[in-house]
Nanobody, 119 residues
Framework: QVQLVESGGGLVQTGGSLRLSCAAS????????MAWYRQAPGKQRELVAG???????NYADAVKGRFTISRDNAKNTVYLQMNSLELEDTAVYYC?????????????WGQGTQVTVSS
């Protein structure tokens, strides 16, 4: 069984910062691409940022220059540093990981962590 446990969400004022963490645990060979998604009320879940095991990253246009995704492969953990937060960043943030078990790859989701930005 693989679990993704997220932490770091909370309430912050506009212009503030938060750092999210997501750790993968369980029985698996390795963790490949990891990513953060978010879902605001009444909207579809959208990709925020992704990072390969080798460190290549991609970002949604809305967060470029403000958010930074990183990972620690030894800890199977991905981070999302969020700076200059805006009201529009309010959402539930979900961690996603492609986990290799045996010879197959499976996609797992975390339980979500709430990020609320207030004025």
């Amino acid at each position: 069984q693989v679990q993704l446990v997220e932490s770091g969400g909370g309430l912050v004022q506009t212009g503030g910062s938060l750092r999210l963490s997501c750790a993968a645990s369980g029985s698996f060979v390795t963790v490949n691409t990891m990513a953060w998604y978010r879902q605001a009320p009444g909207k579809q879940r959208e990709l925020v940022a992704g990072i390969t095991r080798g460190g290549s990253t991609n970002y949604a246009d809305a967060v470029k220059g403000r958010f930074t995704i990183s990972r620690d492969n030894a800890k199977n953990t991905v981070y999302l540093q969020m700076n200059s937060l805006e009201l529009e960043d309010t959402a539930v943030y979900y961690c996603n990981a492609n986990v290799v078990i045996g010879v197959a790859s499976y996609k797992y989701w975390g339980q979500g962590t709430q990020v609320t930005v207030s004025s």
